[in-house]
């Protein structure tokens, strides 16, 4: 396949970026997103230039840490992540626009990397629980009704990867803080920090600058992990809790 490029190129987070055309040719349907840009960049390389930054690790859809705004939907045309999707997806002769994720609480560092600090601060502020987990404990010392561990599971699918975020028109990460909270609260385990978690992760969300959800839904269409729309209720239900509480 032979493909235009048109990438995002910003020296570092205080230059101003632009989109820049590139050519690459001999790609295979069968290579990954991220492999295509491999090859740009040896082509780069090869003649001298500065190779595209872009943010990767695991290449295999469960770290997160893969990033674009590819065509103008987060990670591309398939619901999977950047680095799962392939060229089979586009077709010979393709312009293909590549853009880091546009939000303002994700500044971009360089390129089409962002800096995604803002998510650690979230998860740094309820993100766990204080029971003591110590050795290997008893696999039914704590029960676990069965509707409460599939609800935690569905949630702990949360990658936070951040498309939620770039998909969302009001920058909202209420789809990923949801899913976090979701997650413990559903537990016997998080119960102790079930009122803390929730107001401190809404608080501290709020403060790094995402936008607020109107209700569009975008977040939930981009998530790779299917993290469902209705966290978001849950976690507004365990917000009103928790704040009529205290
Ligand atoms: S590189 Fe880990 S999810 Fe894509």
């Given amino acids: 396949m032979r493909l235009t490029l048109r990438v995002w190129r910003q020296k570092n987070a205080d230059a101003p970026g632009t989109m820049t055309p590139y050519e690459v040719d001999g790609i295979s349907p069968d290579m990954s997103f991220l492999e295509m840009l491999d090859t740009l960049n040896e082509q780069l390389i090869l003649d001298g230039d500065d190779p595209v930054a872009f943010d990767h690790d ?8 893969c990033s674009l705004v590819i065509n103008g ?24 626009d590549i853009e880091p994720w546009r939000a303002a609480a994700f500044p971009v560092v360089k ?6 600090s803002a998510f650690d601060r979230i998860i740094q502020s309820g993100g766990y629980i204080t029971a003591p987990t110590g050795s290997a404990p008893e696999a ?3 029960a676990v009704p069965k509707p409460a561990a599939d609800t935690a599971f569905e949630h702990a699918e949360c990658i936070g990867c951040g498309a939620c975020v770039a998909a969302c028109p009001n920058g909202s990460a209420m789809l990923f803080t949801s899913a976090k909270v979701v997650h413990l609260n559903s ?9 803390t978690r929730v107001l401190n992760m809404v608080g501290t969300m709020d403060a790094e600058g995402f936008g607020g959800c109107t209700n569009t839904g975008e977040c939930a269409t981009a998530c790779p992990k299917g993290i469902p729309l209705f966290s978001i209720a849950t976690m507004n239900r365990e917000f009103v809790r928790a704040a009529r509480k205290r």
């Fill in 58 to 65: 695991c290449r295999e859809g469960i770290c997160g840490a």
């Fill in 111 to 116: 390129d089409l990397v962002v800096d995604r």
């Fill in 73 to 96: 939907d987060a990670h591309g045309p398939e619901r999977t992540t950047t680095c799962q999707l392939h060229m089979r997806s586009f077709s010979d002769g393709d312009t293909i």
């Fill in 140 to 142: 039914h010392a704590t």
């Fill in 187 to 195: 537990l016997p385990q998080g119960a102790p920090e079930r009122e």
